[in-house]
């Protein structure tokens, strides 16, 4: 069975300080992952994704993530956050043809001025 | 232009009513999806359907049917709706066969059943 957790609940950081929204996945076979980022009373927008090759991912606002296999981790990371950053992130993985994202709990990520 | 686009965006109904949302894509994607997310916002899949036909079905109670009139719809019909049902309901959609494709979210479906 395939899983993603996302360890904290709520990350607090300061305007221009770096952040890190942490993910890890159990999954058998090659893990295909997703970041996506929901603000309130919408959808969700994807960021970013990992399928193969290089483990340092960019994607959309500046948002990187990084794939470590060896940690079954891939943590979002922004290396300067600004106030509308905040919002839920969620961390997504599916491993084969067709089957829907699963996703994890969500991270509520807020910047502080 | 809206990709993933749903009808209505809220819905406020009372219990034992049968209500129906709709969605459509102007992706050109096979696969589409519903899921839903609690007031935990957990997101949790309810239905997959590839090409008009259903993949899979997570379990969900029958009072909830799923339609696919063509490639680019997928309809959700509740009936006898309960309490326990309110929650926002997300349609999505992807490109089929690859593993890598992510989903296109639409705006969400506000539920609230009195």
């Known amino acids: 069975a395939q899983s993603v957790a996302q360890p904290e609940d709520q990350v607090n950081v300061a305007e221009g300080n770096p952040l890190t929204v942490k993910c890890t996945y159990s999954v058998s076979g090659n893990p295909y992952l997703f970041w996506y980022v929901q603000y309130p009373n919408r959808g969700l927008q994807f960021l970013l994704k990992?399928?193969?090759?290089?483990?340092l991912v960019k994607g959309s606002y500046g948002f990187e993530a990084e794939f470590n296999k060896s940690q079954t981790s891939f943590h979002l990371k922004k290396p300067s956050a600004l106030v509308s950053d905040s919002a839920l992130y969620f961390c997504a993985l599916r491993n084969s043809g067709n089957t829907p994202l699963v996703f994890g709990k969500g991270t509520r990520l807020s910047v502080i001025a | 232009d809206t990709a993933v686009s749903q009808t209505p965006k809220y819905l406020v109904t009372q219990m034992g009513n049968d209500k129906s949302i709709k969605c459509e894509q102007n992706?050109?994607?096979?696969?589409m999806y519903w899921y839903k997310q609690d007031s935990k916002k957990f997101l949790k899949i309810m239905f997959s359907?590839?090409?008009?036909?259903?993949?899979i079905n997570e379990t969900v109670p029958n009072r909830f049917s799923p339609k696919s009139p063509d490639k680019a719809h997928l309809n959700l019909h509740i009936n006898s709706l309960e309490l326990g049902d309110s929650a926002v309901y997300f349609c999505?959609?992807?490109?089929?066969?690859?593993?890598?494709?992510?989903?296109?979210f639409g705006q969400g479906t506000r539920l609230t059943v009195v």
């Open positions: 999505a959609s992807s490109r089929p066969g690859s593993s890598g494709a992510e989903a296109f």
């Open positions: 990992y399928i193969t090759g290089d483990n």
């Open positions: 359907y590839n090409n008009k036909e259903l993949i």
């Open positions: 992706l050109g994607h096979d696969t």
